[in-house]
C-alpha cells in the first residue's frame, strides 16, 4: 500500500485554521439557495452543505466520520443551525444529496468508463514512471480533468500498482531476454560475497572514489576495466526511460546481497544490470576528474619546485646582482675606458671566469621566470602509464571545429611505446602556447623535431583544460558530457522565446537586446559619475586610485538587548528531539520518507524511527551514539536500514520545503526582511582525506569539503550543496535558485568575493537575478564604457576598458538558448558555468557571456561605489549567511562535526539531514519568540519593531543537545498558528 500522505489524494486538515475554514467551508449564498431546494428541513439544509463543501475541497464524498468537526461547526454557525440538529444523513438521504451535487457541479460519478480511462492514463504512464505515488497523482489528474468524481484511494493503489507490475514484468522479461548466457553470469556473479580481484561484485559497484593517489588511480582504472568486460550495459536499456533506469539502480544501490537474492531472477538481473550502467557512468566521470586532479597536482609540484630553486639559488643570484654593482662602480670612479676594462677583466677572473659566470645567468634565468613546464616531468614520470591507460580508455572528442588537441592526444597514444627523445613534427601545434612551443620543438640537424616527453605533459595539460572548459566531452559520462546534447535546440527555444523575454522586461531581438543593457550601463555610469562627484562616497588620488569611504556603523536601536532578554526569558526549554517532533505534528514531514519501492513501512512506529534517523544523522551523532542513549527502544541497524533504504535526498529536500513554506508563512520573520533577497557562502566541514571530494583549502585551512548554503533574508536557508574545496564557488552560486522550490523566491542574490566572476554575472543577468556580491578587493575590477567616445567628469579614471556590443549581438541566440535550457531543466547553471567560467579561446559563447558579465559587474560597480545603502545591504546579507554558519556548528556537534562518509552522494545526504534539523529549529524559534511577544504584549510591553530586527531565530541558549533521545509523540504542542499574530504591524514602516 502506497502511504496517502506522499500523493495528492485530497484528505482533510486535521486541524483547520480559522482562515481555512472561512476561505473552504463557508456557503455562499448561492450554494444556500441551491440547498435550500433540495432540502425542507435545517437538518437537511446541514447534511446536504457538509456533503456539498466537503466534495468540493476533496472532489469525493468522504464519510461522516472522516469530516472533522471544526468543518461542521463552521458550516454550521455559517447557516445558524442549532447544534441538536444532526449533520449526518441517513443511508437513503445521503444517496439523493450525492446525485443532487454530482448533477449540480456537472460531475460523473466513478464508474466502468472512468477505470477504463484511468487505467489507460496509468499503462501509459508506468512506461516512465516508477514510483506509485506519481502514477496515483497522474491517475487523479486524469479524473479530474475528464469531470469524475474519485474513487477510494485503495482503489487508486491497487490499479497504480498493477499498472506499475505488468510494465515492470514486461521491461524485466524485455531485458533479461536480451541477455546473452556470458552477461547472465556477469550478472548473477555480482552477488558473490567474497572473491578474487578480477571479479566484479556488488560491494565494488557501490564503492565511493578515493583520493587521486597513483594507487587508487590504477584501482579505479581497474575498476573501470572489469566493469566495461561486460560491454556497455546501455545496449541493453535503450528503450528503458532514464528515470525508470536511475529508479532501478537506486532501489539495486539500498539493497545488500541477501536482500537481492531474494527478488526474482528477471527483475534482479534488470536491477543489477542498471546499477552497472550507472556505475560505469559514474567511473568514466570519476576517471576524469582524477585525471584533471592529477594534471592540476603536477602543475602545483613544478611550480613550487621553481620557487624552492629560487630560494636555493639565492645566494647565486645575490653574487651575480653584487658583481654587477661592482662593475657600475668601477665604472663611476675610473674615467679610463682601458684601465676600466682591466679591472673588469680581474673582477670577472677572480669570479670564475666570463664562461663560468655565462652559464650561472643562463642558470638564474631560468629560475627566475615563471616558466614551470620544464619542471614538470619528474612529477609526471611516475603516472605515466596510469596516465596512458585511463585517457586510452575514455572516449574523448572535441566539442568544436578545432579538433588540434584531440589530434595530438592520438598523435602521443600511438607513440607511447616510443623510447626516443625525438619524434617527427606530424601534428599542429596552433593550440600550444609559445612557453610550451619552446619545450616541445626542437632542431634535429637542421629538421624540426618534437621532444617526446615535453610532448606528452603539454598535450595532457592542454586536454585537461579542454575537459575543464567543455571543448572535449566523453561519450557515456554525465559530468564531461557534450554540453550542447545537453541544451535545447535553437527550434525548441523560439516558442519559449517570447515568453521568456516579455517575462523579463527583454526585447526578443539582438539588437534591441544589446540596445537595452548599452542604455543601462550607460544610463548607471552618468548617474554615478554624478552621485560621486562630491567626493562623499569615493575619492579619486591623482595617480588614479580610488578610494571608498567607509560607512559609519549603525547605532542599535535602544532597548534590543533588553527586548532580547525578555524574549529570550519567556521561551521555554526545549531538545532538538523535542523540535523535531512537535515540527512532526504541525507538518507531519516525515510523509516524505518511506521505502524504496514506494510501499509504506513494514516495521513498527515508522515515524519514531524517521524522527531518530534525523537527529543521529542531522547532528552527526550517528546511529551507534544514538542507539546507546535511546534506553533500547532502537538498535544501530534499524537507524541505518531506515537512511538506506527509507530516505534519500530528494526526500530531505521535500521535508525542508514543507517546513521552509510553514515558516513563510509567519509574521515575525516579515520583520527580518521580505523574502526577496538571499545570501550565498560556504563553510568548510572536515572529512576523511582519502575521498575523490576532499582536497586542502588554502583559504578554510585543512581538508574537507564546503558546504554552501543559500540563506534567504528571513534566516532560513533555501538550498544547501556539498562541493569540493578546489571547486570555485561561484560557479553553484546560481543553482541554489534554480533548484528553490519553496514559497520564497528571491531574485537578488548576495555572495562574497568568491562567488562572482564575469560569466556568473552574465548568467545572472540572463536569468533575471541581481548580484550583488561583498567584493574585497574591488579596484582591481575593471570599469568597462559603453563606448569609446564615453566621458565622465568625476569617475573617468576607473574606466580602463570598452564592451564588445558586436560580440553579444553576434551571440545572442546561443546565450538565449543557454538560458531557456536552464529554465526548461536541461542542464544546471553549475554545468554550463565549470565548463565556461574557466577561458577557453575556443568556446565564443564563453567569451560573449563574459563580455555580457562586464556590463552587469561594471553596473553593479557604479552602485557599489556611489550607493552607501547598497554596500549596507550587501554587508547585512552577507552577515546572516556567516552567522548561519556559526548555528549549524551548534547543531552539527557529533564527532567534531566531521562527516564519515567518502561517497560523495552520501556527504551530500548528510548535509541535507543539517538542513532539516536546522530548518525545524528555526521554525520552532520563531514560533516560540512570537509566543513571547504575545504575552509581552498582554503585559503591555512597548515592542519597538526596529529593536525586533535585530534579532534572529538562530538562538541556542534554550536548546538541549544531550541526555535521553526519547521521541514523545504523546505531547501535543499547541497549532503553530496561534504564533503567526504579533501586537505590532510589521506593515507599519
Not at 584531440?406 to 617527427?424: D, M, N, S, T, W
Amino acid at each position: 500500500m502506497t502511504v496517502i500522505a506522499r500523493t495528492a489524494y485530497p484528505r482533510f486538515k486535521h486541524r483547520p485554521t480559522i482562515k481555512e475554514l472561512t476561505e473552504l467551508y463557508s456557503p455562499t449564498p448561492k450554494e444556500i439557495e441551491f440547498v435550500g431546494s433540495c432540502t425542507k428541513s435545517h437538518s437537511g439544509l446541514l447534511r446536504m452543505m457538509v456533503m456539498l463543501k466537503s466534495f468540493q475541497r476533496l472532489g469525493y464524498f468522504p464519510t461522516s466520520d472522516d469530516i472533522p468537526i471544526d468543518v461542521v461547526d463552521h458550516i454550521r454557525s455559517c447557516l445558524k443551525v442549532q447544534e441538536t440538529v444532526c449533520a449526518i444523513p441517513t443511508k437513503r438521504n445521503r444517496g439523493i444529496y450525492q446525485q443532487k451535487i454530482r448533477t449540480h457541479l456537472g460531475v460523473k460519478p466513478y464508474d466502468l468508463v472512468a477505470h477504463n480511462l484511468m487505467a489507460t492514463a496509468l499503462a501509459e504512464a508506468a512506461q516512465s514512471k516508477e514510483h506509485p505515488a506519481d502514477l496515483i497523482n497522474i491517475a487523479i489528474e486524469e479524473l479530474v480533468k475528464e469531470r469524475y468524481e474519485l474513487p477510494a484511494f485503495s482503489t487508486l493503489d491497487r490499479s497504480a500498482g498493477h499498472a506499475r507490475q505488468f510494465a515492470n514484468t514486461r521491461l524485466f522479461r524485455r531485458v533479461s531476454r536480451g541477455l546473452t548466457p556470458s552477461e547472465r553470469t556477469y550478472l548473477d556473479g555480482l552477488l558473490v560475497a567474497d572473491s578474487d580481484d578480477n571479479h566484479v561484485t556488488l560491494a565494488l559497484l557501490k564503492a565511493p572514489p578515493q583520493k587521486a593517489t597513483l594507487t587508487h588511480m590504477q584501482q579505479l582504472q581497474a575498476k573501470f576495466d572489469q566493469l566495461m568486460s561486460y560491454g556497455d550495459a546501455q545496449r541493453l536499456l535503450t528503450k528503458v526511460p532514464l528515470t525508470k533506469v536511475k529508479s532501478f539502480a537506486d532501489q539495486a544501490k539500498a539493497m545488500d546481497i541477501a536482500e537481492l537474492r531474494d527478488v526474482k531472477r528477471q527483475k534482479r538481473r534488470t536491477l543489477l544490470l542498471c546499477l552497472l550502467f550507472q556505475a560505469q557512468i559514474k567511473t568514466r566521470d570519476h576517471l576524469v576528474e582524477m585525471f584533471l586532479k592529477r594534471m592540476k597536482t603536477i602543475r602545483n609540484k613544478a611550480d613550487r619546485r621553481l620557487v624552492e630553486l629560487r630560494e636555493q639559488h639565492l645566494k647565486q643570484t645575490e653574487m651575480l646582482l653584487q658583481l654587477l654593482t661592482s662593475i657600475v662602480q668601477l665604472s663611476n670612479e675610473t674615467p679610463e675606458t682601458a684601465v676600466l676594462g682591466e679591472q673588469v677583466r680581474a673582477l670577472l677572473d677572480e669570479l670564475g671566469g666570463p664562461a663560468h659566470l655565462l652559464e650561472q645567468c643562463e642558470s638564474v634565468k631560468s629560475y627566475n621566470s615563471d616558466n614551470y613546464r620544464p619542471l614538470m616531468w619528474r612529477f609526471y614520470a611516475r603516472y605515466r602509464k596510469i596516465l596512458f591507460n585511463l585517457v586510452r580508455s575514455l572516449d574523448i572528442h572535441a566539442a568544436s571545429q578545432d579538433d588540434t588537441v584531440i589530434r595530438a592526444l592520438h598523435f602521443v597514444l600511438e607513440h607511447q611505446e616510443h623510447r626516443g627523445k625525438l619524434l617527427p613534427m606530424d601534428i599542429d601545434l596552433s593550440f600550444a602556447g609559445q612557453a610550451w612551443r619552446q619545450l616541445v620543438i626542437a632542431d634535429d640537424d637542421g629538421e624540426t623535431m618534437l621532444v617526446r616527453q615535453q610532448l606528452e605533459i603539454c598535450v595532457f595539460s592542454y586536454l585537461a583544460q579542454d575537459l575543464k572548459t567543455g571543448d572535449a566531452y566523453v561519450v557515456g559520462s554525465e559530468s564531461y558530457a557534450d554540453l550542447r546534447a545537453q541544451m535545447l535546440t535553437w527550434e525548441e527555444c523560439e516558442p519559449e522565446l517570447d515568453t521568456y523575454c516579455e517575462e523579463l522586461g527583454f526585447p526578443n531581438t539582438a539588437a534591441g537586446f544589446v540596445e537595452l543593457f548599452k542604455t543601462k550601463l550607460t544610463e548607471a555610469a552618468l548617474s554615478a559619475d554624478q552621485l560621486c562627484h562630491s567626493g562623499e562616497q569615493v575619492s579619486i588620488n591623482q595617480e588614479g586610485r580610488p578610494s571608498l569611504k567607509r560607512l559609519p556603523a549603525q547605532p542599535e536601536p535602544p532597548g534590543a538587548e533588553a527586548l532580547k532578554a525578555e524574549i529570550i526569558k519567556r521561551m521555554p526549554e526545549r531538545s532538538v528531539l523535542d523540535i523535531l517532533c512537535n515540527a512532526q505534528h504541525w507538518f507531519n514531514w516525515t510523509r516524505h520518507f518511506g521505502h524504496v519501492s514506494g510501499s509504506e513501512p513494514k516495521f513498527d512506529k515508522p515515524m519514531e524511527r524517521y524522527i531518530l534517523t534525523t537527529f543521529a544523522y542531522g547532528c552527526n551523532i550517528g546511529p551507534n551514539e544514538t542507539a546507546r542513549h535511546t534506553r533500547g527502544v532502537i538498535t544501530p541497524h534499524m537507524l541505518s536500514y531506515v537512511h538506506r533504504r527509507h530516505i534519500d535526498t530528494p526526500k530531505l529536500e521535500a521535508a525542508v520545503r514543507d517546513i521552509i513554506n510553514a515558516y513563510n508563512g509567519l509574521t515575525l520573520p516579515k520583520c527580518w526582511g521580505d523574502g526577496t533577497k538571499v545570501a550565498a557562502d560556504g563553510s568548510k566541514f572536515e572529512v576523511y582525506e582519502n575521498n575523490l571530494l576532499s582536497e586542502y583549502h588554502i583559504r578554510y585551512g585543512g581538508y574537507g569539503g564546503i558546504g554552501y548554503y543559500h540563506v534567504s533574508d528571513k534566516y532560513i536557508a533555501l538550498f544547501t550543496h556539498f562541493i569540493a574545496c578546489g571547486v570555485f564557488e561561484a560557479i553553484f552560486i546560481l543553482d541554489g535558485l534554480i533548484k528553490n522550490t519553496s514559497d520564497i523566491q528571491p531574485d537578488t542574490l548576495h555572495a562574497d568575493t568568491h562567488g562572482q566572476s564575469e560569466p556568473v554575472f552574465g548568467l545572472a543577468m540572463l536569468l533575471g537575478i541581481e548580484l550583488l556580491p561583498r567584493i574585497k578587493d574591488w579596484k582591481r575590477c575593471t570599469f568597462y564604457r559603453p563606448s569609446k567616445s564615453a566621458k565622465y567628469d568625476y569617475l573617468e579614471p576607473l574606466f580602463k576598458g570598452v564592451i564588445d556590443w558586436k560580440l553579444i549581438e553576434t551571440h545572442w541566440q546561443d546565450l538565449m538558448r543557454m538560458v531557456l535550457s536552464i529554465k526548461a531543466g536541461k542542464v544546471l547553471p553549475s554545468t554550463l558555468l565549470r565548463k565556461l567560467n574557466s577561458y577557453s579561446k575556443k568556446n565564443r559563447l564563453h567569451q560573449a557571456l563574459r563580455e555580457l558579465g562586464r556590463v552587469g559587474r561594471t553596473i553593479f560597480l557604479l552602485r557599489f561605489v556611489s550607493e552607501p545603502a547598497v554596500r549596507r545591504q550587501i554587508t547585512a546579507c552577507t552577515n546572516i549567511v556567516e552567522t548561519y554558519h556559526h548555528f549549524l556548528d551548534w547543531l552539527h556537534f557529533g564527532k567534531h562535526g566531521m562527516i564519515t562518509e567518502n561517497d560523495p552522494d552520501e556527504q551530500e545526504k548528510r548535509l541535507k539531514y543539517l538542513d532539516l534539523v536546522a530548518s525545524a529549529v528555526i521554525f520552532h524559534n520563531a514560533v516560540d519568540m512570537s509566543l513571547a511577544l504575545q504575552q509581552l504584549g498582554k503585559e503591555g510591553y512597548l515592542i519597538d519593531r526596529e529593536a525586533l530586527a535585530t534579532m534572529s531565530p538562530f538562538l541556542v541558549g534554550q536548546l538541549k543537545r544531550f541526555g535521553d533521545f526519547v521521541v514523545d509523540m504523546e505531547t501535543v504542542p499547541v497549532p503553530f498558528e496561534q504564533a503567526i499574530e504579533l501586537p505590532i504591524d510589521l506593515d507599519e514602516v
